[in-house]
């Protein structure tokens, strides 16, 4: 009985002896390809991997492309945008006015729901109580 006693007794102070790991830092050294995968798995997760690699070959394409076409395909698109500067105005204007017509609209249909909901709760705990309680509006 002895032995079984000295062998708990020396195991317990084993176990108390070892050092604490409790101020260990795990650190993660980030990189190019850590941080291309995060953006990846973020465009899969959102639904943007199709833009990602519409964006991705287009990008291609303009490497592959040599120097003067480049610089030619840039003055192209420079070009368009000052021919297109007023068709720009009128869609940002149309999207900022679709915008607040969609916040507004979103912004009611929250608060019908907030309310519905509300008045679901007390009639359920009106039910559970067996008495009428007082409004809180």
């Known amino acids: 009985m002895l032995f079984e006693e000295n062998f708990i ?19 993660h050294e980030s990189n190019f390809w850590g941080m291309v995968e995060n953006v990846l798995i ?9 833009l990602a690699g519409l964006i991705l070959i287009i990008m291609f394409i303009i490497l592959r492309l ?21 068709g720009g105005w009128i869609f ?7 915008w ?4 507004k ?12 909901l509300s008045n679901e709760r007390t009639k359920l ?3 559970l109580l067996n008495k009428n309680l007082p409004s809180s509006n």
Do not use: W
């Not at 973020?42 to 199709?50: A, E, R, T």
């Not at 607040?100 to 916040?103: K, R, V």
């Open 9 to 27: 007794v020396s195991f317990a102070t084993m176990a108390n002896n070892r050092p604490k790991q409790q101020n260990r830092k795990i650190v």
């Open 42 to 50: 973020q465009s899969i997760n959102k639904g943007q991997l199709p």
């Open 66 to 86: 040599p120097e003067e076409k480049v610089y030619d395909l840039v003055k192209q698109l420079f070009n368009l945008a000052t021919v297109y500067k007023v």
């Open 92 to 98: 940002f204007g149309i999207s900022i006015f679709g």
């Open 100 to 103: 607040i017509f969609s916040a």
């Open 105 to 116: 609209s979103m912004r009611r249909r929250h608060t019908l729901e907030i309310r519905r």
């Open 125 to 127: 705990q009106e039910k």
